[in-house]
């Protein structure tokens, strides 16, 4: 099958997006300003809005009674400044007269209790009234707007999240768990092994959501209310994206994400959606990390996030041009920060860079949260500077648009696992680090020009030829199997320490860790699981890497040594090969590392936890072995790439604040023109866009 390496999200836009949240609604009494904010939205080279994310009460002031001529406005106005839009169901903030009326439009908490009216993103998933309610203003404005020429995206709700613990959910709840176990109840105490303590149910009728002052020992039970509550978001975005293609069926839609948001499982979420976009908002110049470690970490996210669709761009819905307000500490990004941030995000993938927000907002929580039209209200200010010469790279890269990312590494994370891992009464409870030890992992090999993908367990593998899989402590139904499939096939595989543990309902596998038959795939059984104090030490010795016994360090990127940390496993190899062996406590001269060639690939196993630098060696093994050349970056270099039908763009950003010398680069720049045949010197907070063949 022909794979297309060009996908155009917005046919009616020549290059990327430059927008973000608008909110003219608060300004109708200023006309004034709403004709200033398009002059100063065209200096910065904005050629997209999105409008309406919480305009219900400026829609529909009181039951029923609909107010759209500021919006039908608007959105003409803008389209004539050559300003698209990007409309949003109103859904993420509910008008008081609505809770007055309908007060089971309200969450109930962790104990049962209704909350008040007020805030936002706390509306029941289940209430049959806020679902009507909501049909009916999405309905309203996709018959309004929904063939307005500047539309060109629909935008569901904002930032989904929550749970919600009221009498209508536990009883969608309880029909949600007779349909995943068949309406047997016999099969859900099997499966969630109720006997234990004698919590075993006779009913779904019986089965309450994990309140806080109720059943909280069943993990069968918490990792299925997290399963469910993704399943009802994701049933209540369908019902407004239902409500919207009634009416309009060819505009795309999306909805916000957030960062790696541990309430929902994006993956499942996702399927509904046409487009995958996020908000971003790294917390740039912290004091706990250096700045090259938040950009690698916001880049995690955009892998992420692109991963979750693969073979088309993504969108980076929100960031803070200048700053947030809702952090302990905030700070104003720091001159070309901004810019090179933008920056990141397309390289990795995103075909949009978009704001909270166009113009503060004079009052209210967020009225000194960063904007693009500060209170000042001109053109000078440094962050308006900022963003105009984003625009303006922007433009310069109008052609990247619509290319993807092509890339055959990858990690595989998912939500679920990570809500088991996090569960789990085991380990050490402040030292599981799920999410950390994927990142880590992660970082190593964008290090080493190698830029993983994200995926799941169900993600096709098939153009993959690297995954890792930290941790992957719970294994979905049929998982064992794909993995052997694809060491088989020729792909190298990494697992580690607490793999195969247990089955999707939480059950434990029989007959040797980690389960499935991994076993014989790896060569080797887990016998123990040892956690250690941060105070404890133990040192693994390297023997082996590639083909050949171990002689000093292999091209500087493996240790003699490394230090173990946290969790050290007891291992009973059988046909493995031994790469490292522990040196101290009980384990001492025992495996703790191994590889074992299995059909055409090879399966890797680490049984403990160590520095990821210190896997660098290993990871390059892998890669070798794969066919993916590694390459040698500076410190605070990142290298992205994006492919086109008939071209690469490469990108290369350094993060520090020092010029960086980069070699083996080849191409045109897009940013300045300038050709490139070897090495070049980026100066810091810059970027090279190189175009080659």
Not at 185 to 190: H, R, S, V, Y
Not at 280 to 309: C, G, Q, V, W
Request: glycine residues 8%.
């Amino acid at each position: 099958m022909k794979v297309s390496y060009k996908k155009i999200l917005f046919p009616g836009i020549n290059g990327l997006v430059h927008g973000g949240d608008y909110n003219p609604d608060q300004w109708l009494d200023r006309p004034d300003i709403l004709e200033k904010d398009l002059e100063l939205m065209k200096k910065a080279g904005i050629n997209c809005v999105t409008l309406g994310i919480f305009s219900w009460s400026a829609y529909e002031p009181a039951e029923g009674e609909f107010h759209f001529e500021w919006l039908q406005n608007i959105m003409d106005r803008l389209y004539e400044n050559g300003i698209h839009t990007i409309l949003a169901t109103p859904s993420g903030a509910r008008p008081a007269w609505l809770d007055a009326a309908y007060p089971d439009a309200m969450r109930a908490d962790e104990y049962g209790r209704r909350n008040h009216h007020g805030n936002r993103h706390n509306h029941c998933m289940s209430s049959e009234n806020y679902r009507r309610l909501v049909r009916k203003i999405d309905s309203q404005l996709a018959q309004r707007f929904g063939k307005h020429p500047g539309l060109i995206l629909w935008h569901i709700s904002n930032e989904f999240g929550g749970y919600c613990y009221c009498d209508a959910c536990r009883q969608r709840f309880q029909k949600y768990l007779a349909e995943q176990f068949d309406g047997d109840i016999g099969k859900l105490n099997k499966a969630w092994w109720t006997s234990f303590w004698s919590h075993t149910y006779n009913s779904f009728d019986q089965i309450e959501p994990p309140y806080a002052d109720g059943e909280q020992s069943v993990l069968g039970l918490r990792l299925e209310w997290k399963r469910f509550t993704t399943w009802n978001t994701t049933d209540f975005m369908k019902a407004e994206i239902d409500a919207l293609r009634e009416f309009c069926p060819d505009v795309p839609v999306t909805t916000n994400f957030m960062t790696m948001y541990e309430e929902l499982d994006y993956h499942a979420m996702a399927k509904p959606l046409d487009v995958i976009s996020w908000d971003s908002y790294p917390m740039f110049h912290n004091d706990r990390e250096t700045l090259e470690d938040t950009f690698l970490e916001n880049a995690f996210n955009h892998a992420l996030f692109r991963s979750i669709k693969p073979g088309q761009p993504f969108m980076m819905m929100e960031s803070a041009p200048g700053l947030v307000n809702w952090r302990p500490f905030n700070k104003y990004k720091r001159p070309g920060v901004h810019r090179l941030a933008c920056l990141q995000a397309v390289a990795c993938g995103s075909d949009t860079v978009q704001y909270f927000q166009i113009r503060k907002s004079r009052g209210s929580v967020e009225q000194f949260h960063g904007a693009v039209i500060d209170h000042l209200g001109t053109d000078d200010t440094r962050v308006f500077r900022e963003v105009a010469e984003t625009g303006r790279s922007l433009e310069r890269l109008a052609e990247v648009a619509g290319s993807i990312a092509d890339n055959r590494t990858a990690i595989l994370f998912d939500w679920d696992n990570r809500w088991a891992v996090r569960d789990v009464n085991a380990l050490g409870q402040e030292t599981k680090k799920y999410e950390e030890t994927c990142i880590s992992l992660w970082k190593e090999f964008v290090k080493m020009g190698a830029e993983p993908d994200i995926i799941s367990s169900d993600a096709d593998w098939s153009s993959y030829r690297v995954i890792a899989a930290p941790m992957l402590f719970m294994l979905h139904d049929g998982v064992g199997e794909k993995i052997r499939s694809f060491v088989e096939g020729g792909g190298q595989f990494l697992a580690t320490y607490f793999t195969g543990c247990v089955d999707r309902n939480l059950l434990a596998y029989l007959g040797g860790f980690p389960g499935q038959d991994l076993h014989e795939l790896f060569g080797l059984i887990c016998e123990e699981t040892d956690t250690l104090y941060p105070s404890d030490r133990n040192i693994i010795r390297w023997l082996t890497l590639g083909d050949s016994p171990r002689e000093g360090k292999a091209e500087g990127l493996f240790p003699l040594q490394s230090e173990v940390r946290d969790y050290q496993e007891l291992l009973r190899v059988s046909d493995a090969e031994i790469l490292a062996v522990y040196e101290k406590d009980y384990v001492a001269g025992m495996p703790a590392v191994t590889r074992k060639r299995y059909g055409q690939g090879t399966a890797w196993y680490v049984g403990c936890r160590i520095g990821s630098g210190e896997m660098r060696g290993l990871l390059a093994e892998m890669l070798k072995n794969a066919g993916i050349p590694a390459r040698r970056l500076p410190e605070g270099v990142e290298f992205h790439s994006r492919r086109s039908e008939s071209c690469y763009y490469d990108f290369y950003l350094n993060t520090g604040s020092e010029p960086a010398q980069v070699e083996d680069v080849y191409g045109t720049d897009l940013l300045t023109g300038e050709e490139f045949r070897g090495e070049a010197v980026i100066p810091g907070f810059q970027a090279l866009v190189l175009k080659r063949g």
